[in-house]
């Protein structure tokens, strides 16, 4: 029978839930293999130091040691640096990352020697007697400092740490940064913050060594870039290299890289002939896994006296940190499309220098660029709401550029695929009560009361879907941004869908069910979604930068017409018509004109698969593959707003109110949305309130457990006020947009917006990220005076 | 993560407890373990042996006991929380701990633990000294008892040798008295910034302590003599950061604490005034 219930579209539960939620997950260290060591990393304790000698003689002799190596002794295994595949200027200065570095160490974390042995324990005990001399060297900390000519310099060679310098060499009228009636300078500043996955990073290398051949379990995002990428660095030939990712518990970008410990585990598998498990603490996670942000912005802000913005120009300093992981120099640049915000502006610039420093790598952390470049426009635009002495909702208002639902060219370069920002803008603040909490902080005011309130705005537009394959080649990125997927039709009615995209956490099993279910008229859960294993899933391009369902979900709808095609032309041939007088209804092929006379895929690709009676020349198996590269990104927007009590005695914040606005195109599975936005926006929350990585005038990690680096819990967060706009992207055929990344784009500046504007009349005019109590509390002391 | 090698044993009474420390100055006790092992998987604390107490289900009480209300070493902090007695007759004590931490460590960690651990960031401790609560020791000599004002000698330095164990703290009933404790964090689960517990007048003098505005628990004196002297809150806590020495760390300024502390202590009185 045909199913011809609808899913897409439908809040269906998850289907990946039943094994997460029960403990029966299979992460990396859930996985034991016969024979596996473990390794340990010793790690500098010095930001910046020459190493001078290591000896590992005493580890080695310890009971259940293996094997204990420095990086020199190590050199010989690697076929090729680290991988950094985005260059993105021709004179870009860059220097080779090993695995385990020989020279220097240039961040406390950074790998000296490794040890594996027949235990967890035994390798940690084992890192410990590893004796490193070393001669200290002066830090390079400060972004500004660093970038100095005379600054001590993290990598010798490089004769700078200003490594990389990118103009997107602007756009429209840049008259207006110079003739503008209204002309604000500002400075924003972001802190690095860290990605915090439940599940740490964690890596299992299995070797066979008669066949040469390599099995890498690895907590990634990304199996197939690590494959390509890691047979580089190891010289294991690609074939001889498969990559899978098992269960991974979150990533936020902390695993949208190829780490050293990932190399190590293999080229350690092959020399001692035996599986090679590492996993990573969290302090070690807090020391070594890339960071974000860690930025500094320059800012001009054009616009009339009315607050009609014309344009924004900016300059920002980027921290890179001490070496460039996959993405860190192309990282700031993909905000760089973003510094108009929603708006209809007239001249536009952005640039950034990156700044080698002393501390962890940075790179893609949730959001990669956008909430950098989102924070500054959005805090800006309030700061002009300010100056011009308007409500910062009408400033928005008569700033917003106009609707399109066809792609349409920008100031900054790109299209924009479709847009319609003022509905979102208007529901948000009828959601929020808008007015009414106007006239609430103004009777605060009146009344002196020791909590004020605020009302934090952030109109977003961002770019989602990575990427054009084109125009990646065009920024200089390494590879493309295509993407797969195959569809088998088995013979018992089932589906198995083989997909490039690699989740974790998102709910593709369900997504992509849903999609399969609704255009073969099958039920979702005879619907199999393989992913995270290159042996499974050969082709791809994996998850990150809210690609997957804009051109993953795209690849698959492509191959299940595919499979319709072939199923048609079975169809056809069994029940004896022309293809053209099928047609596809309420799950089946239906004879028009002759109802009874009818077939469904399920009952097709059983037919396909006998093979007894196919049309001459029709391949057996229903089966397709098909891949997509988009022809745009996509570009999701909304506007989310903040009611925030701050109280004006301890500088304390309190969320009162939370509404976001969000427009992702059409919605796939809403429970999902819904919780993407609830994650991202939590995850932006933290950035505005709470966490914030924190380095020594040493380069020591002063914020190296969970006890200094605050993550909030769902106590801290308000209830979460959703609700969406729907402007279908024309890139894609499903219409959809990305919403992973969203929240965290959106929340930040809503969040400090709402903060200053409960203290502004205090005469507060910034408070810094996050803004802790006591960063509010010096901001209100500051404008007073100095008196408290 | 993984802890530094350390031997293990299982007592099954104080005494066998004390005399497994005895000659052992590297053991340590092992209650809720929520202080300690975080400390040994970092490596930071390398006991040669852990003597676990956890199991001594005699250790597990709270009772009246004549002007004071007894509460056995091992209680949970969840059990002290929720405690009828305590809710009646010492009302500051219970709504402490049920500030600790998380529902996890409110369940696993235990009053005598977060006691003898001596962190001056600790709530509880904060308010025995409010309280002049007693602590009663035993170790190979017997049973002493210490005031709560002297059991506190400095960071992480409780009035305990080597081979003593905290078994019972025995608070005074408060039935009558105005009390506060308020607790200035940035997350539920964190420890506090400052921390403020207040007794109003009542017969015995005011009171008020203060949680990590020094290297342990400190009555704020300067405050009670100007309430003494019948100041009223706002002005008797002019005088909160008086003779404090609070740290400047990762989440606040020692400047910051010193001015958070005024706020916090006239906002504690007020409370407890009113109650």
Known sequence: MAITEKFVGQSVLRKEDASLLTGQGSFVDNLTLPGMLYLAVVRSPFAHARIVKVDVSKAREMPGVVGAWSGEELAGEWAGPLPMVWPITEDIKTS?????????????????????AESRGIADDAAEVVAVEYEQLTPVLDLEEGAKDGSPLVHDEL??????????????????????????????????????????????????PAMGEFTLWTSTQIPHIARVTLSGTTGIPEH??????????????????????????????????????????????????AQGRGVIHDVEVAATEEGKLLGFRVKELADMGAYFQLLT????????????????????????????????????????????????????????????????????????????????????GLQIDSADYLPAFERALELADYDQYRKEQGARRESGEVKQIGIGLSSYIEMSGLAPSNILGALRYAAGGWEAAQVRCQPSGKVTLNIGTSPHGQGHDTVWSQIAADELGVHPDDVEVLHGDTSISPLGMDTYGSRSISIGGAALVVALQKIKDRARTLAAHELEVAEDDLEFRDGAFRVQGAPEKVRTIPELAASAWTAHDLPDGYEPDLT???????????????????IAEVDTETGATHLLRYVAVDDCGVVMNPAIVDGQVHGGVAFGIAEALYEEILYDEAGNLVTGTLTQYLVPSAVEMPAFELDRTVTPSPTNPLGVKGIGEAGTIAAPPAVVNAIVDAVSHLGVTDVGKPATPERVWNAIREARGGGA | MIPAPFEYKRADSVDEAIQALSGEPDAKLLAGGHSLVPLMKLRLARPSLLVDISRLSDQKYIKEDGDAVAIGAL???HDVANSEVLQ????????????????????????????????PASDMPTVLVALGAEMVVRGPGGVRNVAAGEFFKGLFEPDLATDEVLTEIRVP???????????????????????????????????????????????????????????????????????????????????????????????????????
């Open chain 1, 96 to 116: 080779d990352h090993w695995p385990i570095t020989r020279d220097k160490a240039r961040f406390q974390g950074d790998g000296v020697a490794v040890v594996v």
């Open chain 1, 624 to 642: 397709a593959i098909a891949t997509w590269d988009p022809k745009n990104f996509t570009w999701p927007f909304g506007t989310h707003v903040c």
């Open chain 1, 159 to 208: 004769g700078t740490n200003a490594v990389v310098h990118w103009s997107h060499g602007g756009g429209g009228d840049q008259g207006v940064f110079d003739n503008a009636p209204v002309q604000l300078r500002l400075r924003y500043e972001a802190p690095r913050i860290t990605p915090s996955p439940i599940e740490p990073r964690g890596a299992l290398a299995s070797v066979v």
């Open chain 2, 88 to 119: 009646e007759l010492c009302p500051i004590v219970s709504y402490a701990a049920g500030e600790i931490g998380d529902p996890q460590v409110r369940h696993v960690g235990t009053i005598g633990g977060s006691v003898a651990h001596a962190d």
């Open chain 1, 240 to 289: 001889k290299l498969r990559i899978v990712a098992p269960d991974v518990g979150g990533a936020f970008g902390a695993k949208l890289n190829v780490y050293a410990e990932e190399a190590l585990c293999l080229a350690l598998a092959r020399r001692t002939g035996r599986a090679i498990k590492w996993i990573e603490d969290r302090s070690v996670s807090y020391a070594v896994t």
């Open chain 2, 75 to 77: 209680t949970r902090h």
């Open chain 2, 173 to 275: 009933k408060t039935a009558g008295r105005g009390w506060s404790y308020l607790k200035f964090h940035r997350r539920a689960q964190d420890w506090a910034l400052v921390g403020v517990a207040a007794l109003a007048q009542n017969g015995s003098g005011p009171s008020v302590a203060l949680t990590n505005m020094a290297d342990r628990p400190v009555r704020a004196t300067g405050v009670e003599e100007e309430l003494a002297g019948g100041a009223d809150p706002a002005a008797a806590s002019q005088r909160a950061a008086e003779g404090t020495s609070p740290p400047t760390d990762a989440f606040a300024s020692a400047g910051y604490r010193q001015e958070l502390v005024k706020v916090l202590v006239r906002r504690a009185l007020e409370e407890a005034q009113s109650r």
């Open chain 1, 329 to 412: 120099p192309g990282i700031p640049e993909l905000g760089g499309w973003v510094y108009m915000g929603p708006y209809d502006t007239q001249g536009y610039w952005y640039e950034f220098t990156g700044v080698m420093t002393n501390k962890a790598p940075t790179d893609a952390v949730r959001g990669a660029g956008r909430p950098e470049a989102t924070y500054v426009v959005e805090r800006a635009v309030d700061a002009l709401a300010r100056h011009v002495g308007k409500d910062p909702a009408e400033v928005r208002r008569i700033s917003f550029a106009p609707s399109h639902a066809e792609a349409k060219p920008s100031l900054m």
